[in-house]
């Protein structure tokens, strides 16, 4: 399972609750047991928020191991 370490948001604009957004993510890269990803949230073509998140692979103990190859190799190839 993943649990986040640390998480930057960037908050440029806000939006209406009627308004149609669009969420794009994607993993940047994987080192170790930390996966990386970036996320923007936009309104047509203008950026709203733009997150980097930093999450950790870790056993059911809780302590941190490496990302498995097949879920690597997933996360590399597969769109989110």
Same mark, same amino acid.
Do not use: W
């Given at each position: !399972? +993943?649990? $986040? &370490?640390?998480?930057?948001?960037?908050?440029? !604009?806000? /939006? &209406?609750? %009627?308004?149609?957004?669009?969420?794009?993510t994607?993993? %940047?890269? =994987?080192?170790? /047991?930390?996966? +990386? +990803?970036?996320? *923007?949230?936009?309104?047509?073509? !203008? =950026?709203?928020?733009?997150? @980097?998140?930093?999450?950790?692979?870790? *056993?059911?103990?809780?302590?941190? *191991?490496? $990302?498995? @190859?097949?879920?690597?190799? /997933?996360?590399?190839?597969?769109?989110?």
């Open positions: !399972q +993943f649990v $986040v &370490r640390t998480c930057h948001l960037d908050f440029r !604009q806000g /939006a &209406r609750l %009627s308004d149609e957004l669009n969420c794009h994607y993993v %940047s890269h =994987i080192s170790g /047991a930390c996966l +990386f +990803f970036e996320q *923007t949230l936009e309104k047509h073509t !203008q =950026i709203l928020v733009q997150l @980097q998140t930093k999450l950790v692979y870790i *056993t059911q103990e809780g302590r941190p *191991t490496r $990302v498995p @190859q097949n879920l690597r190799d /997933a996360l590399l190839t597969d769109p989110l």
